[in-house]
Nanobody
Framework: QLQLVESGGGLVQPGGSLRLSCAASRFPLDYYAIGWFRQAPGKEREGVSCISGSGGITNYADSVKGRFTISTDNAKNTVYLQMNSLKPEDTAIYYC????????????????WGQGTQVTVSS
């Protein structure tokens, strides 16, 4: 079974940057779309960004467009989420998830999930 491990979270000041990593094991990510999601206390889980297994398709939530960038490194079997110009409202636990979509991705309906990494944006 595909396993996912997130890392890179932490505390950052407003306007700062973080890069989250989603490392996969047991299966190559070439055939899996990866989605990044976040959940803040008291709020529903929100789809943030996704990338297809091929890497050619990406999608972003309106709330992060122009600030976040998703990318993949197949050699490391890892997907990254570069987060710039962070705002306090970006504070949440961030999860990555996978589904076998090579040429498609979506901000919902994933099969495999990581444990999450905390991102806190505060001065």
């Amino acid at each position: 079974q595909l396993q996912l491990v997130e890392s890179g979270g932490g505390l950052v000041q407003p306007g700062g940057s973080l890069r989250l990593s989603c490392a996969a094991s047991r299966f190559p990510l070439d055939y899996y779309a990866i989605g990044w999601f976040r959940q803040a206390p008291g709020k529903e889980r929100e789809g943030v960004s996704c990338i297809s297994g091929s890497g050619g398709i990406t999608n972003y939530a309106d709330s992060v467009k122009g600030r976040f960038t998703i990318s993949t490194d197949n050699a490391k079997n890892t997907v990254y989420l570069q987060m710039n110009s962070l705002k306090p409202e970006d504070t949440a636990i961030y999860y990555c998830a996978a589904r076998p979509w090579e040429y498609y991705c979506s901000l919902r309906d994933y099969n495999f999930w990581g444990q999450g990494t905390q991102v806190t944006v505060s001065s």
